[in-house]
C-alpha cells in the first residue's frame, strides 16, 4: 500500500486513518448502525465529507490500566489499518467501543472480526436504518427525525 488513493471525484487522499477529535461526533455515531462483536462495539454513520472516513476509538476504565488500554487501543487502530477500512468506507465516521475481549483474542482474529463487523454494517439489512441515520439533523435523535406526523 503505497499510502495514497484515488477517491471517486479522482482526488488523491491519503489512506492514514482520520480520527475522530470532537465529543459531538462520538455522539452522533451512537445514532447510526450498531454491531455488536465479542472485541469492540462498531458504531457508523454517514460523515461530513463523502470521500473521506475518520475513526474514534473508545477505551473506558472497565478495560484495565492505562498500559492495557493503551494496548487495546494500538490493537484496534492496527486491525482497522490492515483492514484497509479507510480505502472502503469512505464518507463514514466510525467508532470502535473496546470491550475487555480486545486484549486477549488473537490478533487474526480481531481483523476477521473487524472486517465483519463492518461489511454486516454496510448490509441491506442495516442499511435502511444507516440511511435515516444520516439524515438525523442536529439536536435530534433517530426516533425523532422518522417520528411521522400526528394527523390533528
Known sequence: ?????????????????????HRRD????RD????????????????PD???????????????NAVA???????LREALRVAELPLRSAGKDIVLIARPAALEISFPHLISDVEHAFAKALSDKTSAR??????????????????????E
Open 1 to 21: 500500500m503505497s499510502g495514497v488513493a484515488e477517491t471517486r471525484s479522482g482526488l488523491l487522499v491519503s489512506t492514514q486513518l482520520r480520527r475522530l477529535k
Open 69 to 75: 488500554r493503551n494496548r487495546a487501543k494500538r490493537r
Open 32 to 47: 447510526g448502525v450498531k454491531v455488536h462483536k465479542p472485541a469492540f462495539v462498531l458504531q457508523m454513520i454517514g460523515g
Open 50 to 64: 463523502p470521500d473521506i472516513a475518520r475513526t474514534g476509538l473508545t477505551v473506558t476504565k472497565k478495560i484495565g
Open 26 to 29: 462520538f455522539l452522533r455515531a
Open 130 to 151: 444507516f440511511r435515516v441515520a444520516k439524515d438525523v439533523g442536529p439536536g435530534q435523535n433517530r426516533r425523532q427525525a422518522t417520528a411521522q406526523p400526528s394527523a
